[in-house]
C-alpha cells in the first residue's frame, strides 16, 4: 500500500522542467498529476558547416536565457490561476549526456556536446583503447563506458580545445546541471543520475573514479578535470531555492521560491513519468528517440544494456534509439494530417503486403548502424500510397521496441508490466501494433508529457522527505509512493488476435534484414 502526503499539502503547486534537445517544457502540476499550466520554448541546434557533419551542440546561454525565461511565464500563469503561492518545488528532467563547460561567472566555455554528437565515436574509441577496453571499464565502474557519455566529450575537447579554456574552465556540467545551476546560483552539484551519465562515477559507490580518466592522455587535463567535476549529492537534498534575483526578476511575491532537487537523466525522469519505477515494470517512450527502459536493484545479468544509476538507489536498464519521432517525421513529411494518415493506415493490411522499411535516418551505435549507414531502406520499395508508408513506419518502430524489450528479459528482467508513452503512443494505431508485435497488453499513461511529469513527481517525492526529516519523521516518501499520487493511466491496449501471425512472421524478417545490413 502506497505511502500518503503528511507534510506537503494537497494544494501545493510542483513544477516539472523537461529540458530535452529539441526544447524546453515547463510545466506545473497539482500533487494528484493535473496539469494546471505549461510553458514550450524552442531550441536551436548548432550542426557545424551543415548536419551531415555530425556535430551537434547546444549554446549554454541559450539555456540560461530559457531558464529564467520560463519562470517568468509559468509564475505569471499560476499568477493569473491565484496559485502562485502554493509552488513549493521543482524538479528538472534533463539529457545528462549532454555536458558543456562553464567558467567561474557560468559562462560558456564552449558549447554543450549534445547526446546524439555523430563525432563523439572516434574519440570513444581513443579513450577507450587507452583504458584498455571495456573489460577494465567494468571492473572500475560496474558499467559500460557508452559513445554519448560525458567523458567522450572531455576525450575530444582533449583534441578540439585550447590549453586556456582547459585552465579557464570552473565547471564540467552536464544539461542538468547547468538548468538547475541558472535556476538557483549553484552549479557545483550533481546528481547521482547525472554521474552515472558521465562515464566517470562508479555505480557501485556513487563516486567518482578518477581512474577512468586515464582516457585523457594528456597528464594536467586529468588534473583539472578531476577538479572540475560537482559534487554528487543525494536525492533528497535540494540543490538550493530558486535564487533570489530569478525570483525577483519573475515578480514571485515574497517568500514563494520553491526548492529545486537534483535533476533526473531523461531517461529516468522518463521512466517515473511513465509509471514503472519497480523491478519487473518496463516504460516504452516513444519520443525523438524510443526508448525501453526498466528498473532493478541489481545491474544486468548479461546482454549490452546501458546501465546508470537512478537516484534514489536502483539500476536504471536502458536501451535508447537515435531514431523515432524523427524518422516518422522524414516518412511522413512536415505537418501533415494525423487524423487522415491513421485512417488510411488502418485500410492497410497488418504487415503492408510485405513493405518493410529499416528506419535509420540516424546511426544506432547500438545496432551496429553507422553514420554512412543512416539512411532510409525500404525493401523491396517504396510504396506509393501514404497510408502504406505510414504503416511501414509504425511496425518498424514497433519491431525495434521488440528488439529492447527481448533484451531487457535476456538481461534478467521478469517483465511483469508494460507501460507506453510519448508524441508517438498518441496513434492508437500505433500502440495496437506494438502491443500485437510484442505480444503483451500496453498500458497506456493519461499524460503524454513523461519526462516533466517524472521530474515533478521525483520532485514531490524529495520535497515530502525533505519536510519529514525536518520534522523528525524517519519514513521516507518513496520515488513509488509520489507515482501512486500523481501518475495516472487511460486505459489498457490488447493484442489484436488477427494480426499476430502476420508481426510474428514480420518481427523475424526485420531482425535478418537487420542482420544482413550489418554483414
Known amino acids: 500500500m502506497s505511502e500518503g502526503l503528511q507534510c506537503v499539502k494537497k494544494s501545493a503547486v510542483i513544477t516539472g522542467w523537461d529540458f530535452s534537445t529539441g526544447g524546453v517544457k515547463c510545466l506545473a502540476f497539482d500533487t494528484e498529476g493535473h496539469v494546471l499550466a505549461e510553458v514550450r520554448l524552442p531550441t536551436d541546434i548548432w550542426f557545424g558547416d551543415s548536419p551531415a557533419t555530425g556535430i551537434r ?8 536565457g530559457q531558464a529564467y525565461a520560463s519562470v517568468r511565464a509559468i509564475a505569471a500563469e499560476l499568477t493569473r490561476l491565484g496559485r502562485i503561492k502554493d509552488w513549493v518545488a521543482g524538479g528538472i528532467s534533463a539529457t545528462h549526456h549532454t555536458s558543456a563547460r562553464i567558467d567561474a561567472l557560468g559562462n560558456q566555455v564552449r558549447r554543450a556536446i549534445c547526446w546524439n554528437d555523430a563525432t563523439l565515436a572516434e574519440y570513444h574509441a581513443k579513450g577507450l583503447a587507452r583504458l584498455g577496453g571495456q573489460e577494465r571499464v567494468q571492473e572500475l565502474i560496474g558499467g559500460p563506458w557508452a559513445i554519448r557519455y560525458g567523458l567522450s566529450h572531455l576525450v575530444k575537447d582533449e583534441v578540439h580545445l585550447s590549453p586556456a579554456d582547459w585552465r579557464r574552465t570552473r ?3 552536464a544539461h542538468g546541471v547547468l538548468a538547475a545551476g541558472y535556476l538557483t546560483g549553484n552549479f557545483d552539484v550533481c546528481s547521482v543520475s547525472v554521474g552515472a551519465s558521465s562515464g566517470i562515477m562508479d555505480l557501485r559507490t556513487n563516486k567518482w573514479r578518477r581512474e577512468m580518466l586515464e582516457a585523457l ?22 540543490v538550493g531555492a530558486l535564487s533570489e534575483a530569478v525570483a525577483l526578476q519573475a515578480g514571485l511575491p515574497p517568500r514563494v521560491r520553491p526548492l529545486i532537487f537534483p535533476t533526473s537523466d531523461d531517461q529516468q525522469a522518463g521512466l517515473v513519468g511513465g509509471g514503472a519505477v519497480d523491478a519487473g515494470q518496463v516504460a516504452v517512450i516513444l519520443g525523438n528517440s524510443a526508448v525501453v527502459n526498466s528498473s532493478s536493484k541489481d545491474r544486468p545479468q548479461r546482454g549490452q544494456l546501458d546501465v546508470m544509476r537512478l537516484n534514489w538507489g536502483p539500476y536504471l536498464w536502458m536501451r535508447c534509439y537515435n531514431n523515432g519521432a524523427q524518422f516518422l517525421d522524414q516518412v511522413v513529411g512536415p505537418k501533415p494530417d494525423w487524423a487522415a494518415l491513421e485512417q488510411a493506415a488502418r485500410n492497410v493490411p497488418p504487415g503492408c503486403d510485405g513493405i518493410l522499411v529499416l528506419p535509420f535516418v ?3 551505435p547500438s545496432l551496429g548502424i553507422s553514420q554512412k549507414d543512416a539512411q532510409l531502406r525500404w525493401i523491396p520499395r517504396m ?5 502504406r508508408r505510414f504503416r511501414a513506419a509504425l511496425e518498424a518502430i514497433a519491431y525495434l521496441i521488440a528488439l529492447a524489450v527481448a533484451e531487457h528479459e ?14 508517438i503512443a498518441r496513434s492508437n494505431l500505433m ?4 502491443a500485437t508485435v510484442l505480444n503483451r497488453p500496453l498500458l497506456r499513461l493519461e499524460s503524454e508529457e513523461g519526462p516533466a511529469l517524472g521530474a515533478a513527481v521525483t520532485a514531490l517525492a524529495a520535497m515530502e522527505s525533505y519536510l519529514r526529516k525536518q520534522k523528525g519523521i524517519r519514513k521516507k516518501f518513496t520515488v513509488a509512493d ?4 500523481m501518475v495516472r493511466f487511460r486505459g489498457t491496449v490488447e493484442p489484436n488476435p488477427a494480426w499476430s501471425e502476420n508481426y510474428r512472421q514480420g518481427l523475424a524478417r526485420f531482425r535478418e534484414e537487420l542482420a544482413r545490413l550489418r554483414e
Open 57 to 64: 551542440e547546444l549554446n549554454v546561454m541559450q539555456l540560461e
Open 171 to 173: 565547471r564540467i556540467a
Open 217 to 238: 592522455e594528456n597528464e594536467e587535463y586529468r588534473r583539472l578535470a578531476w577538479k572540475q567535476l560537482p559534487k554528487i549529492i543525494d536525492h533528497y537534498t535540494p
Open 362 to 364: 540516424n546511426p544506432e
Open 383 to 387: 510504396p506509393e500510397e501514404m497510408g
Open 410 to 423: 535476456d538481461a534478467g528482467q521478469n517483465i511483469t508490466r508494460i507501460t507506453v508513452s510519448g508524441g
Open 431 to 434: 500502440c495496437e501494433i506494438l
Open 482 to 485: 509520489a507515482v501512486s499520487v
